[in-house]
């Protein structure tokens, strides 16, 4: 999880069955989570355990893992949170 702008970003994780690739936004304000959908071509998958952070109107994920023991991502990712596209 990361704050932006006084909102919270929250990326992935596993659910009962699998990985995922959700984007889900906290605002402090409405004390209320959303799903995101954001637009791009290029977007991260499912995975778990990625490591974010936060810069001007923009954020960054890295890496993760699709299961434990299982395949690790080095790849990196911007979500722009005014246009909300990856």
């Known amino acids: 999880m990361v704050e932006n702008e006084g909102q919270f970003y929250l990326f992935g994780g596993a659910d009962s069955e699998t990985r995922t690739n959700d ?3 906290f605002s402090i304000e409405k004390k209320q989570w959303y799903k995101l959908n954001p637009k791009g071509l290029a977007y991260p998958v499912a995975r ?3 490591h974010s952070l936060s810069y001007e109107t923009s954020i960054y994920l890295f890496g ?3 299961r434990k023991g299982g395949d690790y991502f080095n790849d990196i990712f911007e ?3 005014i246009e909300d596209e990856w």
């Open 23 to 25: 984007l889900f936004l």
């Open 48 to 50: 778990s355990g990625a």
């Open 64 to 66: 993760g893992y699709t």
């Open 79 to 81: 979500y722009k949170t």
